[in-house]
């Protein structure tokens, strides 16, 4: 569904990723993991357009969006949860959402999904009417992915959806996820929560200094002696 | 629709004492000709209602779509032009003038849109400043639009409805605010519409607004472009009340500055924040003057302005309509 091949990614003259390739395939739950700085957030703003790569292309579907602007590249069908949650703070929980459900247009989808989001996370339903800023960190993040999907994307990308979050609420957020996956939807997670993602997901790729460098089964490569090293600790 | 009209009349969505306090202002108004006989307390109410006017339609780019805006007058100055020199010229009806007016000057704000809006917040303001203060220039060296000594209307045996020339004010007050109420409804349906949404969204999250697949320039390139549109309206009107126009006199920067000042004073980004703002502002600026006398040249009023601008930059940067939100969550 997802073919990154080889893209290599400057800001300004400093280069961020050297060479980064990877694929995600449709139903599947990919997590990307790495360290600080390695490259994940510029990598899935690459995809979404906001960054151009220098060279290296990135193939959706068989189209080439490689370097086209976010408004075409969220038509065909990704959807990116940028980090830190960034959710539209003086409108409301439902205006937030029906924001997300701007590429349709029909009323009815609208409703639906609508529904969905609702019931994928109860605790946005009773906080419908609420401005979006007085919700707490967990639920500006649910939030955030709910309207992410108000699109019902093909692709969903999901930019560290832990990070600041406590431990509770990492764990919902983990719970969360596996409910979309068993939905069947395509996943490509971003995550510094190397152990919680990679049981998760599918497959899994490293990613060190803008460089893929190790890829395989999520539990597979939970087990491996670069992650064990690099991340765990062990 | 169905549900255009109602998106335009309906204020369901808003709390109880707005609708009261909406139709209460709307009583006064309506009364206010046959309540005051003072010939200056008029004038004060038809500024009030056209610098209103003024202050929603600059509260499109301005407040819901949080780009500062500081050459406002130039559209102000293309509707004013445009029906002064129609009639000058051609003899053209005043409701002709008024849409040719807002199609030059929203064609304009397109245009110089394309490469304003690749500046971001102070770059941006500089550059709508300088704009207007160009075409400032350019009218007052241009010949056909009557240069720095402006156009002057011959004067019509009233009242005229094809020419919109009254001798009483008393038209001109339901004239200017039979434009105004337009303005907000408008406005009314402006904010509930899918634009208007989108342009909340990017005033408050670029980054975000693209994610959802908002393309982010075009709707600032839009929402600037209709901005320019509403701003010729009271321009047209302009013209036909005081019958004599020169571009110091509806394209300068202090009147640039008193519409978005009149807008963020009152609370840039909620539907009423424009109306307080002027109502405070605009019989202020009157009174002041009036009071002042030749001190007004030397720019005491806007010094007046400074502190103002100050405190609620300090205190409240949502405005006056922000201390009210925040009062009436305490209450």
């Known amino acids: 569904m997802l073919k990154v091949n080889q893209i290599k990614v400057h800001y300004g003259r400093i280069p961020a990723l050297h060479e980064v390739s990877f694929e995600v395939k449709e139903g599947?739950?990919?997590?990307?993991?790495?360290?600080?700085?390695?490259?994940?957030?510029?990598?899935?703003?690459?995809?979404?357009?906001?960054?151009?790569?220098?060279?290296?292309?990135?193939?959706?579907n068989g189209i080439d969006i490689t370097g086209k602007n976010s408004a075409k590249i969220v038509r065909l069908g990704i959807t990116y949860v940028?980090?830190?949650?960034?959710?539209?703070?003086?409108?409301?929980?439902?205006?937030?959402?029906?924001?997300?459900?701007?590429?349709?247009?029909?009323?009815?989808?609208?409703?639906?999904?609508?529904?969905?989001?609702?019931?994928?996370?109860?605790?946005?339903?009773?906080?419908?009417?609420?401005?979006?800023?007085?919700?707490?960190?967990?639920?500006?993040?649910?939030?955030?992915?709910?309207?992410?999907?108000?699109?019902?994307?093909?692709?969903?990308?999901?930019?560290?959806?832990?990070?600041?979050?406590?431990?509770?609420?990492?764990?919902?957020?983990?719970?969360?996820?596996?409910?979309?996956?068993?939905?069947?939807?395509?996943?490509?997670?971003?995550?510094?929560?190397?152990?919680?993602?990679?049981?998760?997901?599918?497959?899994?790729?490293?990613?060190?200094?803008?460089?893929?460098?190790?890829?395989?089964?999520?539990?597979?490569?939970?087990?491996?002696?670069?992650?064990?090293?690099?991340?765990?600790?062990? | 629709?169905?549900?255009?009209?109602?998106?335009?009349?309906?204020?369901?969505?808003?709390?109880?004492?707005?609708?009261?306090?909406?139709?209460?202002?709307?009583?006064?108004?309506?009364?206010?000709?046959?309540?005051?006989?003072?010939?200056?307390?008029?004038?004060?109410?038809?500024?009030?209602?056209?610098?209103?006017?003024?202050?929603?339609?600059?509260?499109?780019?301005?407040?819901?779509?949080?780009?500062?805006?500081?050459?406002?007058?130039?559209?102000?100055?293309?509707?004013?032009?445009?029906?002064?020199?129609?009639?000058?010229?051609?003899?053209?009806?005043?409701?002709?003038?008024?849409?040719?007016?807002?199609?030059?000057?929203?064609?304009?704000?397109?245009?110089?849109?394309?490469?304003?809006?690749?500046?971001?917040?102070?770059?941006?303001?500089?550059?709508?400043?300088?704009?207007?203060?160009?075409?400032?220039?350019?009218?007052?060296?241009?010949?056909?639009?009557?240069?720095?000594r402006g156009v002057e209307l011959t004067i019509r045996p009233t009242p005229d409805f094809t020419y919109m020339q009254f001798g009483s004010p008393i038209y001109y007050h339901y004239f200017i605010f039979l434009l105004f109420i337009t303005q907000l409804l408008f406005m009314n349906w402006f904010r509930k519409s899918k634009l208007g949404y989108e342009l909340q969204a990017v005033r408050d999250n670029e980054d975000a607004a693209a994610s959802l697949g908002i393309n982010v320039y075009r709707t600032k390139v839009i929402t600037y472009t209709i901005t320019g549109g509403l701003g010729a309206v009271g321009g047209s009107f302009m013209t036909v009340y005081y019958l004599y126009i020169d571009p110091d006199f509806v394209m300068p920067l202090d009147l640039s500055i008193l519409i978005a000042m009149t807008v963020m004073v009152g609370g840039a980004g909620s539907l009423w924040g424009p109306i307080i703002g002027a109502a405070i502002l605009i019989p202020l600026d009157m009174y002041l003057g009036a009071w002042l006398g030749a001190g007004k040249r030397l720019g005491i009023d806007f010094m007046v302005y400074a502190v103002i601008m100050m405190v609620i930059a300090a205190r409240e940067p949502r405005g006056i309509w922000g201390i009210i939100e925040r009062l009436r969550k305490k209450g």
Request: aromatic content about 12%; charged content about 20%; proline content about 4%.
């Open chain 1, 28 to 60: 599947e739950l990919v997590a990307m993991v790495g360290a600080n700085g390695a490259g994940k957030s510029t990598t899935l703003k690459a995809i979404v357009g906001a960054l151009r790569p220098v060279s290296g292309n990135i193939e959706f």
């Open chain 1, 82 to 234: 940028p980090e830190a949650r960034h959710i539209f703070g003086p409108l409301t929980v439902e205006e937030n959402l029906l924001l997300g459900a701007f590429t349709l247009d029909s009323k009815h989808d609208i409703e639906e999904r609508l529904d969905h989001v609702y019931q994928l996370f109860p605790k946005l339903n009773e906080r419908r009417t609420q401005k979006g800023e007085t919700l707490s960190g967990g639920e500006q993040q649910m939030l955030a992915i709910g309207r992410g999907l108000m699109s019902n994307p093909k692709l969903l990308m999901l930019d560290e959806p832990s990070l600041g979050l406590m431990p509770k609420l990492v764990t919902e957020m983990f719970k969360a996820i596996s409910l979309l996956k068993e939905e069947g939807r395509t996943i490509l997670l971003v995550e510094q929560n190397v152990r919680e993602a990679l049981e998760l997901a599918d497959r899994g790729y490293i990613l060190q200094t803008g460089r893929t460098i190790s890829s395989g089964q999520g539990t597979e490569l939970l087990e491996s002696e670069i992650v064990k090293k690099a991340f765990l600790g062990l």
């Open chain 2, 1 to 148: 629709m169905r549900q255009v009209l109602k998106d335009i009349f309906s204020f369901e969505d808003r709390p109880r004492f707005e609708r009261i306090g909406f139709v209460v202002f709307i009583l006064i108004i309506l009364v206010f000709p046959w309540m005051v006989h003072s010939a200056y307390g008029r004038v004060v109410m038809i500024k009030f209602l056209l610098f209103a006017l003024f202050g929603l339609g600059w509260n499109l780019i301005g407040g819901y779509g949080g780009q500062v805006d500081l050459g406002q007058a130039k559209n102000v100055g293309f509707g004013a032009y445009a029906t002064a020199l129609m009639m000058f010229w051609w003899n053209t009806p005043f409701w002709v003038t008024v849409p040719i007016g807002m199609i030059v000057a929203a064609a304009e704000s397109f245009g110089v849109a394309y490469p304003m809006f690749r500046l971001k917040g102070h770059y941006f303001a500089i550059a709508t400043l300088c704009v207007a203060l160009v075409w400032k220039e350019l009218f007052v060296f241009w010949d056909w639009t009557g240069g720095a």
